[in-house]
């Protein structure tokens, strides 16, 4: 969870009062499970698109096969983290979810336990952040420098157009 989306939800308890009713909880945890669906989609759409422009560029059957090869590690070392984690993760949420609760209820706010919350939950998102830059850092080098310059030219004219869109 972003750390807006954490301050905006400790914002909502402060509001809303300490006594949270079950129905408050579960909508919540739809919430938040909505939001990590919707960061999944976002990863799909960037890493879609980083696939749809390593298309248009001239690759040689190397090329291609070497970042086939990356993007297959890249997702089988993902995969085997999130079962191997599973488990935990849903644990660790729970746990989480639990100590923000006590946080919002404590006669005091303890902001030393409120920043170890958000780093924590921050530190599994900078991992899947870290893995992601690393792959394309992978795949840039497996590229020659005329087709870095294409895709930095693809990437400026996306760019370009998602900035005329969000002004018109």
Not at 10 to 33: D, K, N, Y
Not at 56 to 72: A, F, P, V, Y
Not at 93 to 106: I, N, T, V
Not at 123 to 147: C, N, P, S, Y
Request: hydrophobic share 40%; with cysteine; proline share 1%.
């Amino acid at each position: 969870m972003k750390a807006t989306q954490l301050i905006f939800v400790l914002s909502m308890f402060t509001a809303a009062g300490v006594a949270a009713a079950p129905a408050q909880q579960q909508h919540e945890e739809c919430q938040a499970v909505s939001h990590q669906a919707k960061d999944a989609k976002h990863s799909r759409q960037h890493g879609f698109g980083l696939k749809r422009a390593l298309a248009r560029l001239d690759l040689t059957d190397s090329q291609q096969q070497q970042i086939n090869q990356l993007m297959q590690q890249h997702r089988n070392a993902r995969a085997s983290k999130a079962d191997a984690g599973k488990a935990d993760s849903k644990a660790e949420y729970r746990a989480s979810h639990q100590q923000l609760k006590a946080l919002m209820a404590a006669a005091q706010f303890d902001e030393v336990a409120a920043r170890q919350l958000l780093e924590q939950r921050q530190q599994a998102g900078v991992e899947r952040q870290l893995a992601g830059m690393k792959l394309r850092h992978d795949i840039m080098q497996l590229l020659t420098e005329e087709q870095r310059q294409q895709l930095q030219q693809m990437q400026l004219q996306r760019r370009h157009k998602q900035q005329s869109r969000q002004s018109s």
